[in-house]
């Protein structure tokens, strides 16, 4: 499974956790490119901080927020780190943006395996059997 | 996410083991028994209790 990941805002990235703990249940590699709000959300400093909601449902980000702690939901960053321990989780950042935005290796998350350009990622996701843009 | 409880569980124990289950997911039950399908493994038991479910797993592989 290949998954673009343009979004930086919890409720997208939310599936980004749960589709990628399931690929790797079902025993699936799964490759993740970070790229434009998607990188500034694996930034070390936003990576587990983060709580920006999507505008259009800004109004209920505090209540699902909430029940997410409440039921102990785990953040999408641990599910996407507890998937790479148990299967073949890649976890890319764009290097455009990467450089557009003027970052370093150090900004980034751990979690972050390698900084590549779309030309290699694609490569990657050409064989996926499920692609998805989020 | 119960699912992925179980996959590490699963890791743990010796074929021919179970694992058992309990998640307040409703998704549960029908996800884990596809997943156990697909994997080899073989779902023993599923008891409904009072806001969750009990799924019992036996490791096949």
Same mark, same amino acid.
């Given at each position: 499974?290949?998954?673009?990941?343009?979004?930086?805002?919890?409720?997208?990235?939310?599936?980004?956790?749960?589709?990628?703990?399931?690929?790797?249940?079902?025993?699936?590699?799964?490759?993740?490119f970070?790229t434009?709000?998607?990188?500034?959300?694996?930034? +070390?400093?936003? %990576?587990?901080? =983060?709580?920006?909601?999507?505008?259009?449902?800004?109004?209920?980000?505090?209540?699902?927020?909430?029940?997410?702690?409440? +039921?102990?939901?785990?953040?999408?960053?641990?599910m996407?780190?507890?998937?790479?321990?148990?299967?073949? %989780? !890649?976890?890319?950042?764009?290097?455009?943006?990467?450089? @557009?935005m003027?970052?370093?290796?150090?900004? @980034?998350?751990?979690?972050?395996?390698?900084?590549?350009?779309?030309? &290699?990622?694609?490569?990657?996701?050409?064989?996926?059997?499920?692609?998805?843009?989020? | 996410?119960?699912?992925?409880?179980?996959v590490?569980?699963?890791?743990?124990?010796?074929?021919?083991?179970?694992?058992?289950?309990?998640?307040?997911?409703?998704?549960?039950?029908?996800?884990?028994?596809?997943?156990?399908?697909?994997?080899?493994?073989?779902?023993?038991?599923? =008891?409904? &209790?009072?806001?969750?479910? !009990?799924?019992?797993?036996?490791?096949?592989?």
């Amino acid at each position: 499974m290949a998954i673009i990941v343009f979004s930086g805002t919890v409720d997208k990235l939310m599936p980004v956790g749960v589709l990628t703990s399931g690929a790797i249940a079902m025993d699936m590699d799964v490759d993740l490119f970070f790229t434009f709000w998607g990188l500034t959300a694996i930034r +070390k400093d936003a %990576v587990d901080a =983060n709580s920006r909601f999507s505008k259009d449902f800004e109004d209920m980000g505090a209540m699902l927020s909430q029940l997410m702690k409440q +039921k102990q939901v785990p953040r999408w960053s641990d599910m996407v780190r507890n998937a790479k321990k148990l299967g073949n %989780v !890649r976890v890319h950042a764009c290097s455009m943006t990467y450089d @557009l935005m003027g970052m370093n290796k150090e900004d @980034l998350d751990d979690m972050v395996d390698d900084v590549i350009a779309v030309g &290699e990622f694609i490569d990657r996701a050409r064989d996926a059997k499920i692609t998805l843009f989020i | 996410m119960p699912l992925m409880k179980l996959v590490e569980a699963m890791k743990e124990v010796d074929i021919g083991r179970t694992v058992e289950v309990w998640s307040s997911d409703s998704g549960s039950q029908r996800d884990i028994s596809r997943w156990a399908e697909k994997m080899g493994h073989e779902v023993v038991a599923v =008891n409904h &209790e009072q806001g969750y479910d !009990r799924i019992k797993v036996r490791r096949r592989k």
